[in-house]
């Protein structure tokens, strides 16, 4: 199944690793590292996170 993992480029730099690895480790992982966001980026700008989502919902569901 694809995975997309979003986190904030101001949230912690643990968080920010952790992210990359569980993307880059699981079959078929992506992220997106969402700039001028800290630890809750679906709370600081869920506009730009739906955007995101339904852009990835929209790529997997033509493969």
Known sequence: M???VIYGDLDLPGIQER???VATTVLNGSYHELSGAAH?????????????VSEFIDRCSRH
């Open 19 to 21: 992210s990359r690895y």
């Open 40 to 52: 809750l980026p679906s709370l600081e700008r869920p506009a730009e996170i739906t955007g995101l």
């Open 2 to 4: 694809p995975s997309l």
